[in-house]
């Protein structure tokens, strides 16, 4: 079967001809669409032409959600045969521990410690982007060391004798808004129940549910469709070929919507919203979600 991924209902139109060449026209189009699907955040209040046209390849990132393509680094300059060969001089802050692009446990446990003292006001979400650099040289600022938005050894010896070691909900924070009531549509077997109002997602099973999380929708002028529906297509490490990108956890309900976690959500919270697709900030539980869910389980979206 062909899945169709876009992120509109197309229309196909008629083929002139035979009708096998409509026909293989229409699986054509069909299969265009499946290539095509995917979402990209966008200002919560962004219009139409902001959403238009996608990300260059070559920009760099701007937030710490993970950039959607990266740059092919310039060549080395080869070094001159008649210039001495200089030493590098030894950073005397220590060696680079990490910096931009960077990404993991550590990163996600620096975030933790910066908030802890003031410096980062964001969710930890183990992507080394601007947000984290600018916290690093807020941090060094004070500190008396180069502003250099680098984690080099002098730096992270400094955090960690002014910090302590994150729990599992500093660096995994747990969602703070309270699930809604479940909508009657809910209440009988495996659903995907999902309310604009409370902007929260349960997992429900015949009428019990088993994990509530946080969800953001698209704006005013790309809104998440309101309905029942039914998970057709999972995608684990799903990437948009339109704006290039990654919809990680992906399941697919309505055309090129689906439920996903996304970096910018959990690095931006909801100053920003989605193409049409429901956004979740926490990847451990959303990691577990898609373990679980079927395709065939229903999708509830509603107010």
């Not at 309310?195 to 549910?209: A, D, E, F, M, T």
Request: proline share 7%; hydrophobic share 35%; glycine share 10%.
């Amino acid at each position: 079967m062909i899945h169709r991924t876009g992120h509109g209902a197309g229309t196909i139109g008629r083929t002139a001809g035979r009708p096998g060449a409509a026909a293989l026209s229409a699986v054509a189009v069909l299969a265009l669409a499946v290539t095509t699907a995917g979402c990209k955040a966008q200002p919560a209040n962004g219009s139409p032409a902001a959403s238009s046209s996608p990300p260059k390849a070559s920009a760099p990132a701007t937030d710490d959600a993970k950039p959607g393509a990266t740059a092919s680094p310039s060549p080395a300059p080869s070094p001159s045969s008649s210039s001495p060969t200089a030493s590098p001089k030894p950073d005397p802050q220590g060696k680079t521990l990490m910096a931009t692009g960077s990404q993991g446990k550590q990163v996600r446990e620096l975030q933790a410690r910066l908030r802890q003292i003031g410096h980062f006001n964001r969710t930890p979400t183990g992507y080394y982007g601007t947000a984290t650099v600018a916290a690093v040289q807020s941090f060094q600022g004070k500190r008396g060391l180069d502003r250099t938005g680098k984690t080099d050894t002098l730096t992270w010896q400094k955090l960690l004798a002014m910090t302590r070691k994150p729990t599992a909900a500093e660096l995994n924070p747990p969602a703070t808004r309270p699930a809604a009531r479940l909508d009657k549509r809910c209440l009988t077997g495996r659903v995907l129940c999902i309310s604009k109002n409370s902007r929260s997602l349960s997992w429900v099973i015949n009428g019990q549910v088993v994990s509530t999380m946080d969800v953001r929708f698209g704006s005013q002028y790309t809104p998440t469709r309101e309905g029942t529906f039914s998970v057709y297509w999972k995608s684990r490490h799903h990437v948009s070929t339109i704006y290039h990108t990654a919809m990680p956890y992906a399941m697919f309900f309505s055309g090129g919507q689906a439920v996903h976690y996304s970096a910018d959500f959990a690095a931006r919270g909801y100053s920003g919203a989605s193409h049409g697709c429901v956004n979740v900030r926490d990847e451990g539980k959303i990691a577990a979600l898609f373990d679980q869910v079927r395709t065939g389980d229903k999708v509830v979206v509603y107010w």
